[in-house]
Each structure stands twice: as C-alpha cells, then as structure tokens.
C-alpha cells in the first residue's frame, strides 16, 4: 500500500475529473486519483509527471484510501445518478469515521440530501458541489458551490478557495491568464458555503436553469437579426462583439460573437449554418422547471428555454409543419441600427427576469428545505469560472447587499429604473417578433411574467370563478380576509343569473 501523503483523492478521470485533478495540483496540493479503467489513470499521470504538488495513480479502491492523509478527502466525479451510488457503496466499507466523500457531480439535490443522511449515520462526512466552468473552468479556476457538513467543509476550504476562479475585488471582474502550472494568484475566489445537506446542487441546478434561459435568449436574438433585418451570421457576430462591450458582457455573450464569425474548415461556410437544428440536455433545466412546478413559483423563461429545446428535437415534424402551415407574410421597414439596438435591449430586459425567478425560486427553496441562503455570495461566486458568467452579475451582488431580504430582483432600484428605460424597446421587439412570425418564447415569457409581477389584479379571478362553477372549487372574496373560502350554488349551465 500507498503511503498516505495525498491532500485530497479524486475518482473517476473523464475530461472534467482529470481538469479538475490537475487544476487541484497547480495548487500545490498531492492528489491521488483512480478510474475504473486503469489503462487512463496510468496514462493521464505518465502524460503529468511535474505537477507543482504531484499525482498518484492508484489501481485499487483500497490502494485509493490508502493513499489519502486522515480524514480522508475524495471528490466522486463520474456519472450521475446510479454511478455516484455505486462509487459511494464501494467507498464505505474502506472508510473510517470522520472521512469526507465530496460528490462533484451534477447530482440532483435530493440524492445529495439522502446520500449525506446515509453517510452520516454511519458516521461520514458528505459534500455535494456544484462545479460549473465546463473543462475550461475545471482546468483554471471553477466556479464551486459546496453545500453539507459545515465542519466538513472547513477542512476542504483551502482547496476550494484555492482552485476556485478568481475575480478582482473592486470591479468583479473574472481574473484571466492561468496556464497549467501556473494559476490565477491573488482575487476573490468563486467559492463559498452554500448550505447544509443538498443546497450546494440546488443552487447549482438553478444556475444550469438559468443558463438554459441565457442560452435560449441570445438564440432569439440571433433569430431576430437573422429574420427581421437579414443579417449573415458574421453580421450578427459584429454585432454580439459589441453587445460585449456594455452590459451584456458575459461568457456566453463573448463565446457567441465568436461563433458566429468562425467558417465550416469543410465547406467554407459559416459554420452554424451546418450544424443541425437540434438542441440536446442533460436534465437540470427539466429540474429546475419540474421544481419550480412543485413550489409554485413562477419561473416561466426557464421553462421555455426548457420546451425550446424540446421542439427543437422533432425536426422532422417541424420540416414537414413548414410547408402546410401559414405564416405573416410581412417586411421590416426602420433602421436598421435602432432595431439592433431594440433587440439588445430586449435580451437584457427578458435576462433580468429570468434572473428575478431563478432567485425567487431559491428563496422559496431555503423555506421548504430550512437553508439559510446568502443571495449576494451566491451571485458573487458566478462572476467568474462558471457558464454564466456575466458583468450583469456584480449588480445582483449589489442588489442584495442594499437589500438581503429582497422579494424579487425586479423591485430592486437599479433593476426597476433599468427596465423602465428599456422596457419600450422589449415591447417593440415582442411585437415585431410576433408579426413577423419569429419565435421567441423567452422573450414572449419574461415580458408576460413581468407584466403579470407588476398587475394589482390578475384575471385569476374569473378563473377562480369558473373552478367554483364546475368543481365546486370554492373562492375568496375581495370584501373578506384572505383564507376565509366561498361557494356559491350555481344555476344550470344558461339558466337565469342568481339574483342579489
């Protein structure tokens, strides 16, 4: 057996778990890995010899354990689901009390609440981390969302501070230059305790919902350039290089400027226009809508971006749909400059809200759970290494440190005054994208949810009135205290009205 001079272990070496070792190394830090298939661990540590703190390969689970300094530390980055209770099942029996299993996985948060209960009795330690940045980010720096033992936790924080992306502390801004070897030094690290049991997922599920809203947003406004004002993708490149300068700067906003200028190496093309129309998932944004659902919280665009997807799948049905059903027939007549300009602004007015409910749904989630969530941190750890990284997100920050207790983004001062300066142009851009036969669910969306936020009086209750009609559902009255319920005995269907 091994020596046990490893800081921390890490099994399962895919793309992401050898980024995420390496980055770990950088650090200073020995790591000790393992994978099922020896053949890739042995490889991965020949191809690694000079790590600043050093890998070593081991060929055995025991050989693993063995390896490690007490109490034990080891990151689990495979497969979701049944893999990850595979892993653990065959950890267990090798460990002692005290050991710390961390679950880097995008693990649903419910599995991690029930995995760290098991542990624990057993008398084991469990984190689940959210680990978002994709390979890059597992590489140099990683946005890290640890959420279980408390105490646990304390004992893993220098790591996860240390491998975590950096922003700098005036601006907010993600701090770049890593090269292997040699990390960011210096910066906030995008690392912080999340909360007990699964928060840590939770929390990293909403912020996957919410990239799928990002995602779904600027293929929107691509598709509004594209349709309204005929722009070539490398049109619509310049145009995203731009939007990068104010304040839609972000990660997924840089990476589509430059997506949209690259050419097909095969035919000379650009290239989106031969990749397939078809979108696929992993099913955290399914999460995330599936739990908004069972909260009541309203969180419709990530929904969309959710069903975007989905009808995105049946391309057949929507090539043979193309030629049977009808459509405007219509022409754009402006400036073209304007509505360039309208579409920005409506993408940053529909990214607000989508961003109002992915928080709204974790400050109902800390009620049902009993977590305490530290809204500002939250945002404060997605300025960097993760997917959706964003200046935007600096605002949020200072939304909740203005207010920690905030019910919505939208009522937050600079939120309110921002769409009210831009909210005309969304409105013209919803329009635009309706008459002109451009979807745009996302947009359509946060526009309605916005419009519903800000209604005294929704038509809830006619529908209230209907449900008591047919189902004897009962309502409340406006002229009695809310939770006092009614019913009234309706006539047949057509007969005469009741009478007061």
């Given at each position: 057996m091994p020596t046990a001079n490893s800081d921390i272990g890490l099994i399962g070496l895919a793309v992401m778990g050898q980024n995420l070792a390496l980055n770990i190394a950088d650090h200073g830090f020995r790591i000790s890995v393992f994978n099922r298939t020896t053949q890739t661990m042995e490889k991965f540590v020949a191809a690694n010899p000079d790590t600043p703190g050093g890998l070593t390969g081991t060929k055995t689970l025991p050989e693993f354990v063995a390896s490690l300094k007490r109490p034990r530390k080891m990151i689990i980055l495979v497969k979701a689901g049944a893999s990850t209770d595979a892993v653990i099942d065959s950890l267990v029996p090798l460990l002692e009390e005290g050991d710390i299993v961390i679950d880097g996985g995008n693990a649903l948060w419910t599995d991690t609440i029930r995995r760290e209960r098991a542990l624990a009795a057993k008398g084991l330690r469990f984190i689940g981390s959210g680990v978002s940045g994709g390979e890059e980010g597992a590489r140099f720096g990683p946005s890290l969302m640890p959420g279980g033992d408390i105490a646990a936790y304390r004992e893993v924080e220098p790591i996860w501070t240390a491998?975590?992306?950096?922003v700098d502390a005036t601006t907010g801004k993600p701090l770049t230059g890593a090269t292997p070897g040699n990390p960011v030094v210096g910066g906030v690290p995008c690392a912080t305790y999340i909360g007990p049991d699964g928060a840590g997922h939770y929390v990293k599920m909403v912020h996957n919902g919410i990239e799928y809203g990002d995602m779904q947003m600027i293929c929107e406004a691509y598709a509004l350039l594209r349709g309204v004002l005929g722009y070539t993708p490398e049109q619509c490149g310049e145009v995203f290089t731009e939007w990068n300068r104010g304040e839609l700067d972000s990660f997924l906003i840089e990476i589509t400027a430059d997506i949209l200028k690259q050419k097909d190496p095969a035919t000379g093309v650009p290239f989106v226009e031969i990749v397939l129309d078809t979108a696929g998932q992993k099913g955290t944004g399914k999460w995330t809508s599936v739990n908004a659902l069972d909260m009541g919280v309203p969180a419709p665009t990530v929904a969309e971006a959710v069903f975007a997807r989905y009808i995105s799948a049946i391309k057949e049905e929507r090539v043979a749909a193309s030629s049977v059903l009808p459509g405007p027939v219509g022409s754009f007549s402006g400036d073209p400059a304007d509505f360039v300009a309208a579409v920005r602004d409506a993408l940053y007015c529909s990214k607000i809200c989508s961003y109002a409910q992915g928080f709204q749904l974790m400050r109902t989630a800390q009620v049902e759970y009993k977590w305490t969530l530290n809204f500002g941190e939250i945002a404060k750890?997605?300025?960097?290494?993760?997917?959706?990284?964003?200046?935007?997100?600096?605002?949020?920050?200072?939304?909740?440190?203005?207010?920690?207790?905030?019910?919505?983004?939208?009522?937050?001062?600079?939120?309110?005054?921002?769409?009210?300066?831009?909210?005309?142009?969304?409105?013209?851009?919803?329009?635009?994208?309706?008459?002109?036969?451009?979807?745009?669910?996302?947009?359509?969306?946060?526009?309605?949810?916005?419009?519903?936020?800000?209604?005294?009086?929704?038509?809830?209750?006619?529908?209230?009135?209907?449900?008591?009609?047919?189902?004897?559902?009962?309502?409340?009255?406006?002229?009695?205290?809310?939770?006092?319920?009614?019913?009234?005995?309706?006539?047949?269907?057509?007969?005469?009205?009741?009478?007061a």
């Open positions: 491998i975590a992306a950096k750890i997605w300025r960097g290494g993760c997917i959706i990284r964003a200046r935007f997100l600096q605002k949020i920050t200072e939304a909740y440190q203005r207010d920690g207790s905030l019910a919505n983004l939208l009522l937050d001062p600079f939120f309110k005054s921002e769409i009210g300066r831009t909210q005309e142009n969304w409105r013209r851009v919803v329009a635009t994208a309706a008459t002109q036969g451009i979807a745009a669910p996302t947009f359509y969306s946060a526009l309605a949810y916005y419009d519903s936020y800000r209604s005294p009086r929704l038509p809830a209750n006619l529908l209230q009135a209907q449900r008591d009609f047919f189902g004897a559902h009962t309502y409340e009255r406006v002229d009695q205290p809310r939770g006092q319920f009614f019913h009234l005995d309706w006539p047949e269907p057509g007969r005469p009205q009741i009478k």
